[in-house]
């Protein structure tokens, strides 16, 4: 099979690979769109330990299953394989499963193929007429779905629900729709970018600014690098909520004398539940998320330039969908 494969810094290319051999009560999955994400990128530039060259990347997945009793039926992956037996697992915090595993980590290789494979209670179920450039998209909206529950069920009932979230990629935006689904009645994107503020208010709808001002009842750090810890601990209001999503990097930035004086809630929000991937799956499913048509498609064998492109700001897009058998 084509598979585009990480083989160092800065280094994707585009190779013939053996096909992937599913193990016991795994599927073999006809991809047919995937997703590049922040942790792909950060792996690219050679910043991810978890993810050692040579490796295949890629886990917002969307496709067919090829084989078995199922052969034929479309499908959305959900890429966090965990044990279903520890006391997160059971507890309905599979995100937090000491012995999970993510396609795109060793030992499972990742989605910018072909094929993959994946167990079967990790995939759900497309209905007929969702596209599967939209059905793979599950993935980075359940992150942002996942932050928009906690949160909310975080903050205190006395305050307003108004949203302010640092960084309009994939993830702030999935956080605003999430946020906007559960019946938060007021949410603004800080984005720096002037390309995509511009694509956020025209193509999507939201409410964009170039940077924070004033005081949020609920402040989402949706990119995490200390520059953006830093104002969103100035910019949470006093009793508010500070949601940290972004993996940007781990140093510094929060005000901590500030959290402690003001009583300000600190949550690490990591993935999701295997109940928050289907939930966001059925609002895909169900229109609750909008038309979700604020991704640029490209072939697999031009995923090299899109690292590129993305890597140089040069996509306004949220998100690029590689298509593996253009």
């Known amino acids: 099979m084509k598979a585009l494969v990480y083989e160092g810094a800065?280094?994707?290319?585009?190779?013939?690979?053996?096909?992937?051999?599913?193990?016991?009560?795994?599927?073999?999955?006809?991809?047919?769109?995937?997703?590049?994400?922040?942790?792909?990128?950060?792996?690219?530039?050679?910043?991810?330990?978890?993810?050692?060259?040579?490796?295949?990347?890629?886990?917002?997945?969307?496709?067919v299953i090829v084989g078995g009793p199922r052969d034929g039926d479309c499908v959305t992956v959900n890429p966090l394989v965990t044990c279903g037996t520890c006391a997160a697992c059971t507890a309905g915090r599979e995100n937090l499963c000491p012995d999970r595993q993510i396609i795109s980590m060793p030992p499972r290789e990742g989605a910018f193929a072909q094929f993959v494979t994946i167990p079967e209670r990790n995939l759900v179920g497309v209905p007929e007429g969702v596209p599967l450039r939209m059905a793979a998209l599950?993935?980075?909206?359940?992150?942002?779905?996942?932050?928009?529950?906690?949160?909310?069920?975080?903050?205190?009932?006395?305050?307003?629900?108004?949203?302010?979230?640092?960084?309009?990629?994939?993830?702030?935006?999935?956080?605003?729709?999430?946020?906007?689904?559960?019946?938060?009645?007021?949410?603004?994107?800080?984005?720096?970018?002037?390309?995509?503020?511009?694509?956020?208010?025209d193509r999507c709808g939201q409410h964009v600014t170039n940077a924070p001002t004033g005081h949020w009842p609920l402040l989402v750090d949706a990119v995490g690098y200390a520059t953006t810890r830093s104002a969103a601990s100035a910019h949470v209001a006093p009793g508010g909520v500070l949601m940290h999503v972004g993996l940007g990097d781990n140093e510094g930035g929060l005000d901590v004398r500030r959290m402690t004086l003001q009583e300000i809630t600190f949550v690490g929000t990591y993935a999701y539940s295997a109940q928050d991937f289907r939930d966001t799956a059925q609002a895909i499913f169900d229109g609750r998320l909008g038309p979700l048509d604020w991704t640029e498609t490209r072939a697999l064998e031009e995923g090299a330039d899109a690292f590129a492109d993305l890597l140089a700001h040069k996509v306004a897009a949220p998100k690029i969908v590689l298509t593996p058998w253009n």
Not at 138 to 163: D, F, I, K, N, Q
Not at 171 to 176: K, P, Q, V
Not at 185 to 192: G, K, R
């Open 10 to 63: 800065r280094s994707m290319v585009l190779r013939d690979v053996p096909n992937p051999s599913p193990s016991l009560g795994d599927h073999l999955i006809r991809v047919e769109a995937v997703g590049i994400c922040g942790s792909d990128m950060h792996a690219y530039l050679g910043h991810d330990e978890r993810r050692p060259a040579p490796l295949i990347l890629g886990h917002e997945a969307a496709g």
């Open 138 to 201: 599950a993935e980075p909206l359940a992150v942002g779905w996942h932050a928009a529950r906690l949160a909310l069920a975080t903050l205190h009932p006395g305050m307003e629900r108004r949203a302010l979230i640092l960084g309009g990629g994939a993830i702030g935006l999935a956080t605003s729709l999430s946020l906007e689904a559960m019946g938060c009645p007021q949410i603004t994107i800080s984005e720096p970018a002037a390309s995509r503020r511009a694509y956020l208010q």
